[in-house]
């Protein structure tokens, strides 16, 4: 690191052709001083995090909160650093059979939604376009499985929903989340965390609400990325053009025949 900057502080020194009395009477360990103290740019590195709502039980489970075309269900999750979203998932089932065939089919939406605050729920029946910022196709299984799917999407610091449902951007199956008792909500994560859409099935106006439809918690939302943060490192073009500066200043400032 010294050898770098002394070349800077005699490259400066050259550009003003040894007429800088300020240059020349800086010493190569002021000179790297200045470097240092001029400030910082800053690199990114990433880190894998997943963000889980609840532990995971035992799969192969048959039953759980139910998710379909006329019920979504979601978890809210906050953060305070950039997240680059590869993948969500979750503990899940899914299909419908009757007799042994298969009557509706095994592919859910999951979908990440921007909210306004740790509490809110969404705005639109069921979302508003500008709330929805990805969504995926999950094909579950029967019985339940941990399920990941890609999906990619940055977030910036701030509040947001994953939730799965059907009905919407080209899922037609029916699923299920286990919500069992061999399952704990990880804190934060409490059943007001969570929350539900219904169509009102006919009879009433559809709505969202908080918590879940069945009364108990314990179901399993997955949110896997990177964490994008920034990493200062030394501003060696910042340093050298104003070491250079100096040099021209004083240059500029020098009396013809001083």
Known sequence: MTTIYQKIAVVCADTASGTSS???KLSMATAGGILIALG??????????????????????????SISDNQFYGWRFQIDTTLQVTHIGGHLLGGVLYQGNLVRGYDIFGAIISLN??????????????????TTILT??????????????TLTPGSYGLVFGSGLFGATGVGGMPNYSDQSDIPPTNIATYFWWNDGEGYNPPYWRNGNNGGTSRTRFLVRGEFVESVPEPAFTIGLLTLGALGVSSVVKKKPGA
Not at 119 to 126: E, F, M, N, S, Y
């Open 22 to 24: 300020v240059l020349k």
């Open 40 to 65: 910082t740019v800053g690199t990114t590195q990433a880190s894998t995090i997943t963000l889980e709502s609840a532990t995971l039980g035992s799969t192969g489970q048959r039953g759980g909160t």
């Open 117 to 134: 605050s740790s509490d809110a729920l969404p705005q639109g029946t069921p979302f508003l376009p500008e709330e929805v910022l990805a």
């Open 140 to 153: 579950t299984t029967f019985p339940s499985s941990e399920i990941f799917v890609p999906l990619s999407v």
